[in-house]
T-cell receptor, first 113, second 115 residues
């Protein structure tokens, strides 16, 4: 069965430093992967999605993620954190056989001034 | 404006009192879905619908019902709510159920407290 694991429940970074949010996936075939962001008291917004066209995926607000099949990872990165990046981030996958979406448990990003 | 709307946004109820949370989208999307969000557990899919009159269970369907009589609406029904259904609920929709080929759009959420 497909699944995703977010390796950190909380991450703290200083403003202006790089962000790394880790996500590993489990899939028996080519996965369908994405990252969503949830700002406090808001719904979820798509950051980026892996469509198999390129292993490095660029998203909104300067975020990007790299699909690494050998490591079964899809980590989210940003070169320089901004205060507005403080939010909860969800990695997820879609199972095309059952049409289900599966989300990770979330990583709460804190950005320190 | 393209959007997914949910009502009510906040609801306090008592055990056993039937309730319905409505979800509506104005984008002519085929695929709609309900999730619950709980601390430490992330989002878990409750039910989804591929199109009108086509629904199926997600990972946590127990205690919930859904219907899809019209393309735009996908209500979530709790026939006999229990305290363990206290949660934050999100409705979402996408044009088609094609994983990363389509973007899911989420509603603003409904916070439910069952006493």
């Amino acid at each position: 069965a497909q699944s995703v694991t977010q390796l950190d429940s909380h991450v703290s970074v200083s403003e202006g430093t790089p962000v790394l949010l880790r996500c590993n996936y489990s899939s028996s075939y080519s996965p369908s992967l994405f990252w969503y962001v949830q700002h406090p008291n808001k719904g979820l917004q798509l950051l980026l999605k892996y469509t198999s066209a390129a292993t490095l995926v660029k998203g909104i607000n300067g975020f990007e993620a790299e699909f690494k099949k050998s490591e079964t990872s899809f980590h989210l990165t940003k070169p320089s954190a901004h205060m507005s990046d403080a939010a909860e981030y969800f990695c997820g996958t879609f199972t095309s056989g059952t049409y289900k979406y599966i989300f990770g448990t979330g990583t709460r990003l804190k950005v320190l001034a | 404006e393209a959007q997914v709307t949910q009502n009510p946004r906040y609801l306090i109820t008592v055990t056993g009192k039937k309730l319905t949370v409505t979800c509506s989208q104005n984008m002519n999307h085929e695929y709609m879905s309900w999730y619950r969000q709980d601390p430490g557990l992330g989002l878990r899919q409750i039910y989804y619908s591929m199109n009108v009159e086509v629904t199926d269970k997600g990972d946590v369907p127990e205690g919930y019902k859904v219907s899809r009589k019209e393309k735009r609406n996908f209500p979530l029904i709790l026939e006999s709510p229990s305290p363990n259904q206290t949660s934050l609920y999100f409705c979402a929709s996408s044009l088609r159920p094609s994983g990363t080929q389509e973007t899911q759009y989420f509603g603003p959420g409904t916070r439910l407290l069952v006493l």
